[in-house]
């Protein structure tokens, strides 16, 4: 186990590295001038100038990449062109809406896809399974900011349930907050539950066709108990990694919900950033994301490990 973990952690920090450097030359080396972008095409020279000296554009590119690195590691981020505040302030400030967002995505995606593609894998071939089949593939078909926009048209235009956008703050109390979270959750979970379903009904599927399975309703276990003691848990493995890679996505491809409901997010403030030419928050921002997501991977790795105890079996 200890192998598995060095050999998971080491690729995790490889590939936060090559994810830094991407990210690096993509905004800073590659041709154009971030102080000009900044600053516009009506800047004159003294500005630009002041503007690169401050931002160490004058430095060599291997020098501005460690002091950007070094920077991150002790926790300072930089300053905000635009907002001229610490950048570091502004993505804890906006990861308050953001991984909670996330969080709730991702409880709906899997309390509505499990017991759903379990469901319909006990039940194959029925009417029930076709029922549910259908079900996933509307939600499919069905755009995210579309649905999005439905749902604010019902349950705030039409019933004024809830809010249509803006997120209250943490501090007016738990339930006004999960309230502004609730719809783009919905939003989110839809179409990541479609699919978590139909992954969750072919895993357990396939896994009821083994011998281990029959052998088990053989010795007299009922189905119920073969299907959440054995069947599950085998199927979970394949399961486990659309969950891990659908709550990257949740995390770092809420841009489009969180403009659709105003949210003070992360992702809305990449999209102001980009619109603003702060390419200091850009650059930190899309690192702390690219970050998360390598993070939740390698949570998802070590979710393998407990899982499945023959991948802790170093093999030579």
Same mark, same amino acid.
């Given at each position: 186990?200890?192998?598995?973990?060095?050999?998971?952690?080491?690729?995790?920090?490889?590939?936060?590295?090559?994810?830094?450097?991407?990210?690096?030359?993509?905004?800073?080396?590659?041709?154009?001038?971030?102080?000009?972008? *900044?600053?516009? @095409?009506?800047?004159? $020279?003294?500005?630009? %100038? #002041?503007?690169?000296?401050?931002?160490? !554009?004058?430095? /060599? +590119?291997?020098?501005?990449?460690?002091?950007?690195?070094?920077?991150?590691?002790?926790?300072?981020?930089?300053?905000?062109?635009?907002?001229?505040?610490?950048?570091?302030?502004?993505?804890? *400030?906006?990861? @308050?809406?953001?991984? $909670?967002?996330?969080? %709730? #995505?991702?409880?709906?995606?899997?309390? !509505?896809?499990? /017991? +759903?593609?379990?469901?319909?894998?006990?039940?194959?071939?029925?009417?029930?399974?076709?029922?549910?089949?259908?079900?996933?593939?509307?939600?499919?078909?069905?755009?995210?900011?579309?649905?999005?926009?439905?749902?604010?048209?019902?349950?705030?235009?039409? %019933?004024?349930?809830?809010?249509?956008?803006?997120?209250?703050?943490?501090?007016?109390?738990?339930?006004?907050?999960?309230?502004?979270?609730?719809?783009?959750?919905?939003?989110?979970?839809?179409?990541?539950?479609?699919?978590?379903?139909?992954?969750?009904?072919?895993?357990?599927?396939?896994?009821?066709?083994?011998?281990?399975?029959?052998?088990?309703?053989?010795?007299?276990?009922?189905?119920?108990?073969?299907?959440?003691?054995?069947?599950?848990?085998?199927?979970?493995?394949?399961?486990?990694?659309?969950?891990?890679?659908?709550?990257?996505?949740?995390?770092?491809?809420?841009?489009?919900?969180?403009?659709?409901?105003?949210?003070?997010?992360?992702?809305?403030?990449?999209?102001?950033?980009?619109?603003?030419?702060?390419?200091?928050?850009?650059?930190?921002?899309?690192?702390?994301?690219?970050?998360?997501?390598?993070?939740?991977?390698?949570?998802?790795?070590?979710?393998?490990?407990?899982?499945?105890?023959?991948?802790?079996?170093?093999?030579?």
């Amino acid at each position: 186990m200890g192998l598995y973990l060095l050999k998971r952690l080491g690729g995790l920090l490889a590939t936060l590295v090559a994810a830094s450097i991407v990210i690096f030359l993509a905004l800073e080396v590659l041709p154009g001038d971030a102080a000009e972008m *900044q600053l516009g @095409q009506n800047a004159t $020279p003294a500005q630009v %100038l #002041a503007l690169r000296t401050e931002l160490r !554009l004058n430095r /060599p +590119a291997v020098e501005r990449y460690l002091v950007w690195i070094g920077g991150m590691a002790r926790g300072d981020f930089g300053q905000s062109y635009s907002y001229e505040v610490p950048v570091s302030g502004l993505i804890e *400030q906006r990861l @308050q809406v953001t991984i $909670p967002l996330a969080f %709730l #995505a991702m409880a709906l995606t899997i309390l !509505l896809a499990l /017991p +759903a593609g379990i469901f319909a894998a006990d039940h194959h071939g029925r009417p029930s399974d076709v029922a549910v089949s259908g079900l996933t593939q509307l939600g499919l078909a069905i755009p995210n900011f579309w649905l999005a926009i439905l749902l604010v048209l019902l349950f705030a235009v039409a %019933l004024h349930l809830f809010p249509s956008g803006g997120f209250p703050g943490w501090n007016h109390g738990l339930w006004p907050g999960l309230r502004a979270l609730l719809l783009p959750a919905v939003s989110l979970a839809a179409v990541q539950a479609a699919i978590l379903t139909r992954i969750t009904r072919s895993a357990v599927l396939e896994v009821l066709g083994e011998d281990f399975v029959r052998t088990a309703r053989a010795k007299g276990l009922s189905r119920p108990a073969t299907l959440w003691r054995h069947v599950l848990r085998n199927a979970l493995i394949s399961v486990v990694t659309i969950m891990g890679l659908q709550f990257a996505y949740l995390v770092a491809g809420t841009i489009v919900i969180e403009n659709v409901f105003y949210l003070p997010g992360l992702g809305r403030l990449v999209f102001q950033a980009i619109a603003n030419r702060d390419l200091v928050v850009v650059k930190n921002a899309v690192l702390l994301l690219a970050a998360m997501v390598m993070v939740i991977n390698f949570i998802v790795d070590l979710l393998y490990a407990v899982i499945d105890p023959r991948l802790r079996i170093s093999r030579p």
